[in-house]
């Protein structure tokens, strides 16, 4: 089987940013986006999704975290999409519930080659520590709509605002983890490409 794994860039007037991943590494990761929450969230996809991730980001923080959050979302969407290839052998569906004390939330995925995000979560805080809580959302469409595939999010429940975004993020992981093992050596279509 062919390394499943890239590096990708993006550098606009906004940003500057490097994202290498590594579908089949063991959860290792080195972060640093200038907004220490962000990290911490991106560190949960790494090595609740068994990614070998590197994220380096530099944007114009003193805006606000916007560009940075969202371009980072647009450029782990490449490299995931260029990782995966043809997709040819993988799960392609990948589910996963995750508790964090009072929060519990549900992601589904279909790594279809369509981009299709479905969010429901609500905070009742602008921020967690230094990061938008709004811009959650902005980085999953990101991601979605450069990985293309089809992620639906849910927020059952919960009260503390940290644990409700990292059970997020985590579930994110656990479902991409899932999608992405290559199981056999079809593409998971009728169509015969995804």
Not at 82 to 101: Q, T, W
Not at 114 to 142: C, N, W
Request: net charge negative; proline share 3%.
């Amino acid at each position: 089987m062919e390394p499943r794994k890239t590096t990708k860039f993006r550098k606009t007037n906004e940003t500057d940013i490097r994202v290498s991943l590594d579908l089949d590494g063991t959860g290792e990761y080195r972060i640093e986006t200038g907004i220490p929450f962000f990290d911490h969230m991106l560190a949960q996809i790494a090595r609740h999704g068994h990614f070998d991730l590197e994220i380096e980001a530099k944007g114009d923080l003193e805006i606000d975290g916007h560009h940075t959050v969202e371009d980072v979302g647009w450029v782990l969407g490449q490299a995931l999409r260029e990782a995966l290839g043809e997709r040819r052998g993988i799960v392609r569906f990948g589910h996963a519930y995750v508790p964090l004390d009072e929060a519990l939330t549900r992601v589904v995925i279909d790594l279809s080659g369509r981009p299709y995000l479905v969010y429901k979560a609500e905070f009742k805080s602008a921020r967690i520590g230094d990061l938008q809580t709004e811009l959650i959302e902005e980085f999953l469409k990101a991601l979605v709509q450069e990985g293309r595939f089809n992620l639906h999010v849910e927020n059952l429940y919960g009260r503390n605002q940290h644990h409700i975004a990292e059970t997020i993020f985590k579930a994110t992981a656990l479902a991409l983890h899932a999608a992405t093992r290559v199981e056999h050596s079809q593409i998971p279509s009728t169509k015969g490409v995804l």
